[in-house]
């Protein structure tokens, strides 16, 4: 099978709309088609530009975002710029692969829910390495699926030979249920749960009877659900730095970020002020926390109003 091209190329709207304010749809619509042409097979013919202008007033609207090369070939510097951007990223994972395939890594599998294709790659934190995917590819439909932990890295060189004729782009490919389950069994992986934090989860949070199974993972989710769901990696780690000291109560973290929804701050920083408090403060449990916030609810309660002297000045 013929290993295909890139399906995509990075597309950055604002710069574009700014770039063809003064051409007209169908001005527009050629250079959109000349580009994809472009992208897929490389340098352009003039008569190639031509054959998608159709006339010359197009043509020369469209010829004033190309410049030509040595050989009297047609591009965009944009386009190429972006389509050399991507070769050497996918070029600089390929070279972090072949390091040290003694080095035990995690091999996982990530689905794009759009286009169902599978990426099959390593890392020695799969989580993280999700959120670089998605700012890299613009794309928050990926999902983690599954991972097996401290296995030789190359197990991934494997399974890219194993699926070699199903390969579309990187490490992307075009696997079936069938693949992905035995991909699974062979190597015993976890499935990754990517759970959406409901209402129902929060309730069961305040309710103190019952226990709800917080770990790291419900944690980043929570945070990408009701903060910011284009998570960087510095609120990753900010995050992580927070899990570990709360470790013994991570509902710690969770009832932070609800404090961040009730005030409209949704904002790392914010969070992070709040924990810190809470952290300086001595707290280990939520129990603690709520049991202060009594506290103080109790004293504003019971604070003695200020005597108001009710005297009548004029008649006494």
Request: with cysteine; aromatic share 12%.
């Amino acid at each position: 099978m013929e290993k295909l091209k890139s399906p995509s190329f990075q597309f950055y709207s604002s710069d574009f709309m700014t770039g063809t304010t003064f051409m007209t749809n169908e001005e527009v619509g050629a250079y959109i088609r000349c580009l994809c042409m472009q992208h897929q097979k490389g340098h352009l013919k003039e008569k190639e530009m031509i054959q998608i202008c159709l006339n010359q007033e197009v043509l020369e609207s469209v010829m004033n975002h190309y410049k030509q090369d040595d050989e009297g070939l047609f591009y965009n510097e944009r386009l190429d710029f972006e389509k050399e951007k991507s070769r050497k990223y996918s070029e600089s994972r390929a070279k972090n692969r072949t390091k040290s395939d003694s080095t035990n890594t995690c091999i996982y599998l990530m689905i794009d829910k759009t286009s169902n294709m599978v990426k099959i790659g390593n890392s020695n934190n799969p989580e993280r390495r999700l959120i670089e995917v998605k700012k890299y590819y613009k794309n928050n439909n990926i999902i983690l699926y599954a991972y097996c932990s401290n296995v030789p890295q190359k197990i991934e060189k494997e399974l890219h030979d194993i699926y070699k004729d199903k390969w579309c782009y990187d490490e992307w490919y075009r696997l079936t249920e069938d693949d992905i389950s035995q991909i699974i069994s062979t190597y015993h992986m976890i499935i990754h749960m990517n759970s959406h934090i409901t209402n129902h989860m929060i309730n069961h949070m305040e309710n103190e009877d019952e226990e709800e199974d917080i770990n790291k993972e419900y944690i980043i989710n929570y945070y990408i659900n009701n903060i910011n769901n284009n998570i960087s990696s510095i609120e990753y780690s900010k995050l992580e730095e927070y899990i570990n000291i709360f470790s013994s109560d991570l509902r710690i973290i969770v009832y932070g970020i609800e404090y961040c929804k009730m005030y409209k701050a949704y904002s790392i920083n914010y969070l992070c002020r709040i924990l810190n408090n809470w952290n300086k403060a001595g707290y280990k449990t939520l129990e603690d926390i709520k049991l202060n916030e009594r506290k103080i609810a109790e004293e504003k309660e019971n604070k003695q109003p200020i005597e108001v002297f009710d005297m009548d000045w004029l008649n006494d």
